[in-house]
């Protein structure tokens, strides 16, 4: 299967990744998810990518430190460089069989630094430490360290809880300061907003005149999110859309080069490679770049090096295709079956007053059963949905009926009368869709692997105005080098 522009290792899935930018080489360590039973450890490992489209796999980065290490699971952290142009990696070390306070397994802040460039690293056991007084002991984990140069030091945010307060809202980014990297001071949290249980993965960077606060939660949704300042120090801004994708996707951090801002993230497996299955902890790598708008927030999309793999046309419905139902519904659809890659340029003019109209993906014949992407412009939302819902019994009406769609995908989104476009990218199991070239939902196809692609309305009409099916052009040629080139499976 060609994956371009994603990546999941063989035998293995994409946990949180830490994306480290220098001389043009994207550096994603990432966890590296076995999924074995029983457990063997966590380490991270590191693929490298200069256009965001081929993934070099250089193996493991930073090993589990074995069964009875406190790092028997390396988890997330990050990435920085010192004046002398040492690298340092700060992480989360946690083992099962090691307690804290409460009961549960222990999370501690570890370091370890590399002086060959990221090839090796060496860890530094004496600088480990964990919570302090007045924060659980067992949330005390994703350090993301970065250089205030106006403060003249180093700042450690740090995932953490605090030990009193309701329990699904003690969530707290705590904050440390040092000037050398290795002694660190406890310092006010650096966000208390008292919200969710915890916000993993937080990262800060500033771009332009503003700040930037990034973070994942799973209390209200599980999503990745952001905040917006002038200061560092904040009062931080809730933007009217503040999440960067739906369900699927999360524990994003980003990384810059040349102006443009970059997040990478994972997309979730599900249980049994099943639409109807549990979502999955880990999965595939998948990069989205973000646009920075007039009022400071911020618009997603796939990077343009993602969709220019999509090149050659392979189907097409003649613009000015016109659907009308004004009290019904009515579906238009492509010739042929989609092939099993592709990206889908579909753009729609709604009339005013129109409840419902959108694409369809691997669809029958007749176009009843299928996935589809719906826009919702009476309730100001993109949803994903799916033809047969769940079962729940064997009579006519025992179905999903009551769930309109997959109630954890969906976006909010501004749907006025006029043109919208779905810009569509499926890869295998993969499906990322994007509305108006900033909103993003992301997710799994697993029940229907072909069917044809289409366009519907209900209850008004909508005139088609594009509508394009790319497929996969050939990869590029490569010189071999030290790294093995990686064709990543989903």
């Not at 309701?166 to 707290?172: A, H, L, T």
């Not at 003649?318 to 009308?324: H, N, W």
């Amino acid at each position: 299967m060609d994956q371009r522009g994603f990546y999941r290792p063989d035998g293995g899935w994409v946990g949180d990744v830490i994306p480290w930018q220098e001389d043009g080489v994207f550096h994603l360590f990432y966890l590296h998810e076995s999924r074995r039973t029983p457990k063997d450890g966590m380490p991270w490992h590191r693929v490298t990518t200069d256009d965001l489209v081929e993934f070099r796999e250089t193996g493991p980065a930073i090993p589990s430190g074995g069964p009875a290490a406190d790092d028997f699971n390396v988890y997330t952290g990050s990435i920085v460089v010192d004046d002398l142009g040492t690298h340092h990696a700060f992480y989360t070390g946690q083992n099962p069989k090691h307690l804290g306070a409460d009961g549960k397994p222990l999370q501690l802040v570890l370091h370890a630094s590399s002086g060959d460039g990221m090839q090796t690293w060496q860890s530094h056991p004496a600088d480990t430490f964990g919570a302090p007084d007045g924060y659980e002991s067992a949330d005390w984990r994703d350090p993301f360290v970065f250089r205030d140069a106006d403060a003249g030091l180093w700042r450690m945010l740090i995932t953490a809880r605090h030990v009193d307060g309701p329990e699904r809202r003690r969530g707290v980014i705590a904050q440390y300061t040092s000037t050398d990297l290795v002694r660190w001071s406890l310092a006010e949290p650096f966000w208390d907003p008292r919200r969710y249980v915890a916000h993993e993965c937080p990262e800060v960077f500033q771009w332009g005149d503003w700040w930037y606060l990034v973070y994942s939660e799973f209390s209200d949704a599980f999503t990745t999110r952001y905040r917006m300042a002038r200061s560092l120090h904040g009062p931080w801004i809730v933007p009217e859309h503040d999440t960067l994708d739906g369900r699927a996707y999360y524990a994003a951090k980003s990384a810059e080069r040349d102006g443009r801002h970059f997040f990478f993230g994972w997309i979730a497996s599900r249980e049994g490679e099943s639409d109807d299955g549990a979502w999955q902890w880990a999965g595939t790598m998948s990069v989205l770049e973000a646009e920075q708008r007039g009022d400071g927030s911020l618009g997603f999309h796939p990077p343009r090096e993602l969709r220019e793999t999509f090149a050659d046309p392979v189907g097409a419905l003649p613009p000015g295709t016109t659907l009308t139902a004004p009290d019904g519904y009515a579906e238009t659809l492509a010739h042929g079956t989609a092939p099993s890659s592709f990206r889908l340029v579909a753009r729609l003019h709604t009339a005013p007053g129109t409840s419902e109209c959108g694409v369809l993906l691997r669809a029958s014949d007749d176009g009843d059963e299928g996935y589809r992407l719906r826009l919702e412009p009476r309730r100001g939302r993109l949803v994903f949905d799916r033809w047969p819902r769940r079962l729940t019994g064997g009579e006519q009406w025992q179905i999903s009926g009551d769930v309109p769609h997959a109630i954890e995908l969906e976006r909010p989104a501004a749907l006025g009368p006029g043109e919208h476009a779905l810009d569509i990218i499926v890869d295998g199991d993969l499906c990322v869709a994007t509305l108006d070239d900033e909103v993003v939902l992301s997710t799994r196809l697993y029940d229907r692997p072909s069917g044809r692609v289409g366009v519907f309305v209900g209850e008004g009409s909508a005139v088609v105005t594009e509508f394009t099916l790319l497929a996969r052009s050939e990869p590029r040629s490569h010189t071999p080098g030290a790294d093995r080139l990686v064709a990543a499976t989903g």
